[in-house]
């Protein structure tokens, strides 16, 4: 079995520092580096039964195809997440990454934090705690500087 660390992006410009040590740690593992976003759109039409599976908005997909690793020789892989359907209101990132981790027995997730505490972290909640907490594998975190969000 291949190894695989899943890169979190939200696209902020300080998800570029992320990926830069997600691509080093997959190059070092010799890794497949899984490039993930998890979409706040609905994948499925809304009040139509559906047989078969949805196509990604391509302007979100192309988006997150653009994102490319900055170090030679890392294989990568894009993919485009979505909430359970029906659940856009509700969709939870974390909950998303660690069921997609599950799925691909990610050998690690890379994913950026802002070290919020007190009260905007109680509002805002945190992706990256409930991932530390609850994911399936190693979760590194890099702290994004506080100009990058």
């Known amino acids: 079995m291949s190894k695989k660390v899943v890169f979190a992006t939200d696209y902020s410009p300080g998800s570029e520092a992320v990926l830069r040590v997600a691509a080093t740690l997959a190059r070092q593992e ?6 993930a ?17 949805p196509r990604p908005n391509p302007a979100e997909l192309k988006r997150l195809e653009s ?6 020789d890392v294989p990568c892989e894009h993919r485009l997440l979505y909430g359970e359907p029906g659940s856009v209101d509700v969709t939870r990132p974390a909950e998303v990454l660690i069921k997609f981790a599950q799925q691909e027995q990610a050998d690690m ?11 905007s972290h109680a509002l805002m909640g945190s992706v990256a705690e409930t991932l530390v907490r609850r994911a399936p594998c190693v979760v590194v975190t890099v702290k994004l500087a506080d100009n990058a969000t």
């Open 30 to 35: 010799g890794a497949t580096l899984l490039i």
């Open 37 to 53: 976003h998890v979409s706040m759109e609905e994948p499925y039409p809304v009040g139509e039964s559906c047989h078969k599976e």
């Open 67 to 72: 994102i490319v690793p900055p170090v030679a």
């Open 109 to 119: 997730i890379v994913v950026g934090t802002h070290g919020r505490t007190g009260l």
